[in-house]
């Protein structure tokens, strides 16, 4: 079978690998352009393009997929089918009708729910106990394909969304080659959504991380989990951005007001939330990197009482 592979972050990179395990023939591996990155704008491969690379497989880099010349391209290399896994830009019809057996997408939810471009996230902000992955033949609309094939995990009490996302990566590339395989012997029947039960979720933005301390403690532990290390969850403190890297809900009643400090402990600092209280473990400044509360302290000395979550001005 050949298959043409559509991918970019290194969500995608486990079903490019699985492909080539299964030994899947990939005449060509589609990814978006280099981006500038870092504080030198510095042009970076995307992770799929280097693992195509090394793994000997021809890049195909289109600034779009609209054009003529770019479908063209596609098109000369005889594929039996279309891969998709976090491609990252919207496929023109022309493109998912190019193959006799279509166009396969990797979707990280149980489809209909969670459609968009962050199921990953918002399934443990959410509080979901269960996710997983779908395989589906991919339309004109967002994530409203016929599903094809689906496998399922708990979620950890303590899951983040890093942690998530690197087990939903490894489950999408064997469910990617088990239906690639099933729909070329004709053994998959394509199941309609039920959109009755669809769930669309918006694109995250860096204002979601912010976080609201009249919220309850385990709601904002769970925003914190599924926000880092994007948006990533955050905060203000003496009219700084300080950015939450990890926490843990407490169970106690707080005698402060929500968003001020209710105690300061050697490894922790305690905020009084809507309901509970917050334990901060992990911190990050301003411009400064990760740092663990007890480091943290030791720069920033706090007091029981002190407000967090007030914003500059300009930060409004």
Sequence with gaps: M??????????????????????IELPLVVTRPDKPRGRGQRLQPPPVKER???LGLPVFQPPTLKEAEAQARLRAVGADAI????????????????????AVNVHASLLPRYRGS??????????????GVTTMFMGEGIDTGD?????????????????????????????????????????????????????????????????DW?????????????????PGAFTFLRGRRLNVRAAEPRDRRPQQPPG???????????????????????????GKRPMAAAAFLQGHPLTPGEPLGEAPPEAD
């Design 214 to 230: 009249s919220r309850p403690a385990e709601e904002l532990d769970r925003r914190i989990r599924g926000f880092t290390p994007w």
């Design 83 to 102: 891969a998709v896994v976090a491609f990252g830009a919207i496929l023109p019809k022309a493109v998912l009708e190019m193959t006799p057996l279509g």
């Design 2 to 23: 050949r298959v043409i592979f559509m991918g970019t972050p290194a969500f995608a990179v486990p079903s490019l690998e699985a492909l080539v395990a299964a030994g």
């Design 147 to 211: 599903i094809l094939l689906q496998e399922r995990i708990p979620i950890a009490p303590r899951e983040t969304a890093a942690t998530l996302h690197d087990k939903l990566a490894a489950l999408g590339g064997p469910l990617l080659v088990r239906t690639l395989e099933g729909l070329a012997r004709g053994e998959i029947t394509p199941i309609p959504q039920d959109e009755s039960q669809a769930l669309y979720i918006p694109k995250l933005t860096r204002e979601d991380g912010r976080l």
């Design 260 to 286: 001020r400090v209710e105690a300061v402990e050697r490894e922790a600092v305690v905020v009084a939330c809507g309901e509970g209280c917050l334990a901060l473990t992990e911190l990050q400044p301003e």
């Design 118 to 131: 962050s199921p990953i996230n918002w399934v443990i902000v959410n509080g979901e106990r269960e996710t």
């Design 52 to 54: 195509a690379e090394a």
